[in-house]
């Protein structure tokens, strides 16, 4: 028998290639694992997401009824969508949505710290408050178009009661936007409740207990200790409510179908309008794309000032 294979069988030749062999696949698992984990998620988010936006900003420069064939209209769509008033009514509204609906956060908070008590009853109180939540938004655009029916609805019969003629929300084209808001914003700050509520449940008693003890109480307590605390599900809440507020079109859909006159109407209904009734899917793709950018820009926008201010206060 040669050298080389007495070498090659020895016993520490053989653990001494064992151990490289674990080496080189424990270096690889150390981004394979990661990579074969990410593998389902990052291919249904490219196959749901992605790939239908590019294909809705493609169709866009098409004019095409969703069926038959489309011809190539290159900007067409645009300059048409930014020569349509009814294009600033729906975008004036969003901007109207978008301000009404930052409400939800604030309102969301401040009830979760009212709730956040560990009386009995405190459980029933909650289970209230959480109704909306676990509502359809339908059943909601129902429920608040009777609320403002102006001959037998709640805000009716208190007007009536109160000598004062009832409005006809629904049906008045200054009122129409804010009433469905009102509507919307009940579900959206049920919830951020949630949201918050879990928050508050992750606080840090040392934290709160060190405050305390240097005498701080009250709105400094709060400000400067809980607060700090809750900036990722601020974040987080900030940023659904946003989207929300910029694609909602459900609750449009159910109470008044874009009306009185067009004067509810966003964009993300007057996307769905224009594709599904009037057959224009690459109009409605034109549309779809600009909300996708006002969303995209603020949402940039919002992540780059939020993590400015973490690192300022580092």
């Known amino acids: 028998m040669s050298k080389e294979t007495e070498t090659v069988g020895h016993p520490d030749f053989a653990a001494a290639s064992h151990t490289r062999l674990q080496h080189v696949w424990d270096t690889r698992a150390v981004w394979l694992t990661p990579l074969?984990?990410?593998?389902?998620p990052v291919s249904i988010f490219v196959l749901l997401i992605v790939v239908p936006?590019?294909?809705s900003i493609?169709?866009?420069f098409y004019d095409w009824d969703g069926t038959g064939p489309a011809s190539w209209v290159g900007f067409g769509n645009y300059v048409e969508l930014f020569a349509d008033p009814q294009f600033y009514v729906?975008?004036?509204?969003?901007?109207?949505?978008?301000l009404l609906f930052l409400l939800a956060p604030v309102i969301g908070l401040a009830i979760a710290v009212?709730?956040?008590?560990t009386l009995p009853e405190m459980r029933f109180v909650k289970s209230i408050f959480f109704i909306p939540l676990v509502l359809a938004h339908v059943i909601i655009g129902v429920v608040f178009t009777w609320?403002?029916?102006?001959t037998f609805g709640i805000i009716a019969i208190v007007a009536r009661a109160v000598g004062v003629t009832p409005p006809a929300i629904l049906s008045n084209e200054h009122l129409v936007t804010f009433g469905i808001i009102a509507a919307a914003l009940w579900s959206q700050i049920a919830f951020c409740l949630v949201l918050f509520l879990a928050g508050l449940s992750q606080l840090d008693d040392d934290l709160i207990a060190a405050g305390r003890l240097d005498g701080a109480s009250g709105w400094p307590?709060?400000?400067y200790v809980v607060l700090p605390q809750l900036r990722p599900v601020t974040f987080v809440a900030t940023i659904i409510t946003v989207i929300m507020s910029l694609?909602?079109?459900?609750?449009i859909a159910i109470m008044t179908q874009g009306g009185p006159y067009g004067s509810s109407t966003v964009l993300a209904y007057q996307m769905f309008d224009a594709t599904i009734f009037s057959y224009r899917a690459g109009y409605g793709a034109a549309i779809a794309t600009v909300l996708f950018a006002i969303m995209s820009v603020y949402i940039a926008w919002f992540l780059r000032y939020t993590l400015k201010q973490e690192a300022a206060e580092r």
């Open 36 to 40: 074969l984990l990410l593998a389902a």
């Open 53 to 55: 936006i590019i294909q």
């Open 58 to 60: 493609w169709i866009s």
């Open 90 to 98: 729906s975008l004036k509204n969003n901007v109207i949505w978008l």
């Open 114 to 117: 009212f709730l956040n008590q």
């Open 147 to 150: 609320f403002y029916d102006p």
């Open 221 to 223: 307590l709060f400000y």
């Open 247 to 251: 694609r909602n079109f459900d609750m």
